[in-house]
T-cell receptor, first 112, second 117 residues
Framework: KNQVEQSPQSLIILEGKNCTLQ??????????LRWYKQDTGRGPVSLTI?????NTKSNGRYTATLDADTKQSSLHITASQLSDSASYIC???????????FGKGNQVVVIP | EAGVAQSPRYKIIEKRQSVAFWCNPI?????LYWYQQILGQGPKLLIQ????????DSQLPKDRFSAERLKGVDSTLKIQPAKLEDSAVYLC???????????????FGPGTRLTVL
């Protein structure tokens, strides 16, 4: 069964600090990987997408990395802000169909 | 561009009652999805429509859940009768197969939070 595992499940960080979220997956064949940000009470919003040949993708203070060989991805948040408090969900698309595998999310809380 | 609209935003019902959720996808998006997101979990696909046809409903509990997209635009998801374990957020998403540059990104609505007592 294709799975996506995220760690840590939750973390609390001080405003202005950096943090890194991890995503390991077993989806095969691989098509692409997205990181979504889900604010409380809202639907997920795509932050980045990476395909097999891409190693790094940035979106403002968010930088995602992908190692397709080890099937690992990370999302790095730089100089965190209070508005970064959210759940970050790693989503992997299986190649050849429209099926997505969702992680459970990393719950990030940024405190002043 | 307007996003995916869902209503109601919140619903509280007693077990064994019925409930229906409504979704209006982004204009022009042929593909529509319903997801169930239990607290602390990632979304789980319930059903996927391509226009008004069902593409994947393998994880839809068909004994109590039903969904339709009669004219290929709006969609409704119904639960009858509801159980305690149906308490979750129900997310609707849509995507455009014709926009290859977006890698078929799914755009999500705000969700409907269902509480079954």
């Amino acid at each position: 069964k294709n799975q996506v595992e995220q760690s840590p499940q939750s973390l609390i960080i001080l405003e202005g600090k950096n943090c890194t979220l991890q995503c390991n997956y077993t989806v095969s064949p691989f098509s692409n990987l997205r990181w979504y940000k889900q604010d409380t009470g809202r639907g997920p919003v795509s932050l980045t997408i990476m395909t097999f040949s891409e190693n790094t993708k940035s979106n403002g203070r968010y930088t995602a990395t992908l190692d397709a060989d080890t099937k690992q991805s990370s999302l790095h948040i730089t100089a965190s802000q209070l508005s970064d408090s959210a759940s970050y969900i790693c989503v992997v698309r299986e190649d050849g169909n429209n099926r997505l595998a969702f992680g459970k999310g990393n719950q990030v809380v940024v405190i002043p | 561009e307007a996003g995916v609209a869902q209503s109601p935003r919140y619903k509280i019902i007693e077990k064994r009652q019925s409930v229906a959720f409504w979704c209006n996808p982004i204009s022009g998006h042929a593909t529509l999805y319903w997801y169930q997101q239990i607290l602390g979990q990632g979304p789980k696909l319930l059903i996927q429509f391509q226009n008004n046809g069902v593409v994947d409903d393998s994880q839809l509990p068909k004994d109590r859940f039903s969904a339709e997209r009669l004219k290929g635009v709006d969609s409704t998801l119904k639960i009858q009768p509801a159980k305690l374990e149906d308490s979750a957020v129900y997310l609707c998403a849509s995507s455009s197969w014709t926009d290859l540059s977006s890698y078929n990104e799914q755009f999500f609505g705000p969700g409907t939070r269902l509480t079954v007592l």
